[in-house]
Each structure stands twice: as C-alpha cells, then as structure tokens.
Nanobody, 123 residues
Framework: VQLQASGGGMVQAGGSLRLSCVAS????????MGWFRQPPGKAREFVGV????????YYADFAKGRFTISRDVAENTVYLQIDNLKPEDTAVYYC?????????????????WGPGTLVTVSS
C-alpha cells in the first residue's frame, strides 16, 4: 500500500484545513487508517483512526471536537478535517495504514506510512 498525504500548508489560528490521504496499490477496505502528527522537536503522536470498512472513528483526547476523520470509499481516500486551528497544531501530519483493521493508537501497529504533510499555524 502506498499512501500520499496532501493538503497541508500555512494557515492562521482559527482557520481550518482538510488533509487528504490517498491509498494506492491495494484496497484498504479492511484496514484501520490512522492519522499521526509530529510537532517540531517532539515525538510523533496519535491523532485518530478510522476503521475503513465500518467508518467508525476513535480520537486522541486532544483531537476530540476539532478533528474529524472521514473516508471516501470510492476514492480510496481518508480525510482529516481540522477546525479552529491553534499554533500548537503545527506539525507534520502523517497517515498510516494498519492491515489488521483494529483501532490502534500505537504507531508501531501500522504497516504503511505516507511521507507526511506539513501544517503550520500562525498566531
């Protein structure tokens, strides 16, 4: 599975962004598709995950309320909508695929990773 995330950029605090992650190479129908982020100088952290087949989602506590994960089955694409962006949301955002399909918050559980897309939020 190849993953390509896009949609990052520079935005002012309070704005919104929608990140996309397109999967290719094989169907991700039974995968868990996660989003992680890595702020400058910090460790990578879990943002949320969607079970692709069911569409059910799970989020990190900090992501609840402002982050929304969705998917377009026909397009083999997963989205991360981020609203009311804050400077502390500045990070490289990664999408990842877990072939087991379970809801996992641990980066090591994911089998495939995209190269990441940078989100910069100015105050």
């Amino acid at each position: 599975v190849q993953l390509q995330a896009s949609g990052g950029g520079m935005v002012q605090a309070g704005g919104s962004l929608r990140l996309s992650c397109v999967a290719s190479g094989r169907s991700i129908r039974n995968y868990g598709m996660g989003w992680f982020r890595q702020p400058p100088g910090k460790a990578r952290e879990f943002v949320g995950v969607i079970r692709y087949s069911r569409g059910s989602t799970y989020y990190a506590d900090f992501a609840k309320g402002r982050f929304t994960i969705s998917r377009d089955v026909a397009e083999n694409t997963v989205y991360l909508q981020i609203d009311n962006l804050k400077p502390e949301d500045t990070a490289v955002y990664y999408c990842a695929a877990d072939a087991s399909g379970v809801v996992s918050t641990t980066a090591t559980s994911y089998d495939y990773w995209g190269p990441g897309t940078l989100v910069t939020v100015s105050s």
